[in-house]
């Protein structure tokens, strides 16, 4: 955004005090945004996001009352302004809005990451583009969306690796290793939780401790043994139990006996 241009207009919405002057106080570190209310309940803030109709929303989970979805319900996912959540969850809790909304804070938030969402919203902003309202859409009508991306928290900073550049994905105890062609990432999460996230089209178990993305298979090929490997583009095998293989045959209209 330019010197010239105005700051973004933003909301903040949380029923504790200190969560709000956390984001007040961050804000004013920056000439590119302007807190223009403060909300501590969910009807409070619907009546000032329909008066002041806001660039940004600052917006708690979890609040008494009317709660952040219901203040997103109250407003209407299409008139609702960009959204950036913030929640107390943990990161499991928090992974339906990653997909939802254009980012979230994560408490206790620390400036980088609060400044790397303003950014986000920024960019959007700047373009004239709202972002994110399908999603917030699809969140408070109970609408099935598959997340593109899953976060990875390191010891000194957290980032997104993008479905798409997921190989394969293996259990490893409480974690699981999700490997991409340049590097493998782990996280702490159940194969079966992470499964149910994953767009079935694109992403099938194989083994109770293994999850293929179909786009990083080669072939299907089958041991002196009569048991099937899946074998990927890089020339990865991994098993292919026999409780799973039917999984794969809807992935092709001929198929009459692979499963047996």
């Known amino acids: 955004m330019s010197s010239k241009s105005r700051p973004i207009r933003a909301i903040v919405v949380d029923d504790e005090q200190l969560g709000r002057d956390r984001v007040c106080m961050l804000a004013a ?9 403060e909300c501590s309940d969910g009807r409070h803030a619907v009546q000032r996001i329909r008066e002041l109709q806001p660039d940004l929303v600052f917006l708690d989970v979890q609040m008494p009352d009317l709660d952040g979805i219901g203040v997103v319900r109250e407003i209407g996912p299409d008139l609702m302004p960009p959204v950036i959540f913030i929640t107390a969850y943990d990161e499991h809790a928090v992974e339906a809005f990653e997909v939802h909304a254009l980012d979230y804070l994560l408490k206790p938030f620390r400036a980088d990451r609060f400044s790397e969402a303003v950014d986000r919203v920024a960019h959007i902003v700047a373009r004239g583009q709202k972002g994110g309202e399908q999603g917030l859409d699809d969140f408070v009508s109970g609408r099935r969306r ?16 993008r479905t798409e550049r997921i190989e394969w994905i293996e259990a490893a105890g409480n ?15 159940t194969l079966g939780r992470l499964e149910r996230q994953l767009d079935p089209d694109e992403f099938v178990r194989i083994h109770r401790s293994a999850i293929v993305n179909l786009g990083s298979v080669r072939e299907l090929s089958r041991r002196d043994s009569g048991e099937y490997e899946v074998v990927l583009v890089g020339g ?8 799973y293989r039917r999984r794969l045959d809807r992935f092709d209209p001929l198929a009459d006996g692979f499963a047996r």
Do not use: C, N
């Open 29 to 37: 570190k920056r000439t590119d945004l302007e807190i223009v209310a």
């Open 146 to 161: 598959y997340v593109d991306r899953i976060l990875v928290k390191g010891a000194k900073k957290a980032y997104f690796v």
């Open 175 to 189: 974690y699981l290793k999700l490997h991409a062609p340049d590097k493998t990432h782990l996280i702490r999460q």
């Open 236 to 243: 990865k095998h991994l098993k292919l139990s026999r409780g």
